[in-house]
């Protein structure tokens, strides 16, 4: 897979991303804990439309750094690298939760770079609420390297899934995916990107943002408050609000539909892109 280097935080970080697809850049971030992996739904359904680039941010996948805390500007630069290294001047952005966070980051501090921005389960900012659930995450993750991410793996479907799943799960096929999560998750990598979701505070950032915006929410997301949805649409100039019928973890409850609802939006961007130069 493709890779690039930068310095970040005073040490050097190697972010590896996957590039598919032919067309307009578009750029995808994924959410704490996760991986670029997330997206596959999405890539599958663009690629003959976007030239698609995902990352993998610090912690996750096969993004290497110092090994230290990671602020919201240095993932936001790791993603940056990777669309310069990528070829990708300006692009379509979207993001997942902490990747929602980085993807705002990016559209408030580099605006000429961003067509269309779409975020799923962003927030602007940290509440109380909120760090108390992050802090809980970091207690898990770090009873110890393997103890604490099984337990972790198994309290995220309890965290991010909504009614839709527990209604067509049964136990044995939940264990199956509380199994998978825990291998799939890197905890000390998880514990530090749920250090910076503790840091977020985008406010200074959304009078920013340029690009027209789509706000995606989850009816039944019990991490993110719809207080947060609509915080992000009055702080963001024109910003318009869709929802999912699911819960924080909509691209891993319902792929199809996540990947459908974004698909959708970005067709529309694609579309509005072009109108000028057909009208011409």
Do not use: N
């Amino acid at each position: 897979m493709p890779s690039t280097t930068l310095r970040i935080s005073g040490g050097t970080a190697t972010v590896e991303y996957d590039i598919t697809g032919t067309g307009p850049g578009l750029v995808l971030v994924h959410g704490t804990a996760a991986t670029r992996e997330q997206w596959g739904p999405l890539t599958e359904a663009v690629a003959g439309r976007f030239t698609v680039m995902a990352p993998d941010l610090s912690g996750s996948g096969g993004t290497t750094d110092h090994g230290g805390p990671v602020t919201l500007a240095d993932l936001a630069d790791e993603v940056l690298a990777a669309a310069d290294h990528a070829g990708l001047d300006s692009f379509h952005l979207a993001g997942h939760s902490l990747g929602a966070a980085v993807a705002t980051h990016i559209a408030g501090t580099r605006p000429e770079r961003v067509r269309s921005l779409a975020l799923h389960a962003g927030w602007v900012r940290t509440d109380t609420r909120m760090a108390a659930e992050f802090r809980y995450w970091l207690e898990l993750l770090r009873v110890d390297a393997a103890y604490g991410t099984a337990l972790f793996a198994r309290a995220v479907p309890l965290m991010a899934f909504g009614p839709r799943y527990w209604e067509g799960v049964d136990a044995p096929a939940h264990e199956e995916l509380v199994r998978a999560l825990a291998g799939a998750i890197h905890g000390e990598g998880a514990a530090r990107q749920t250090e910076t979701d503790l840091a977020v505070d985008l406010r200074p950032l959304l009078g920013r943002i340029a690009a027209p915006t789509l706000v995606l929410a989850s009816a039944h997301d019990r991490l993110i408050g719809a207080e947060q949805q609509q915080a992000l649409l009055a702080g963001i100039a024109g910003a318009r609000y869709a929802e999912i019928d699911a819960g924080h973890g909509a691209p891993g409850e319902d792929p199809a539909g996540f990947a459908a609802k974004l698909a959708a939006y970005l067709d529309e961007r694609l579309t509005a892109d072009r109108e000028p130069t057909s009208a011409a």
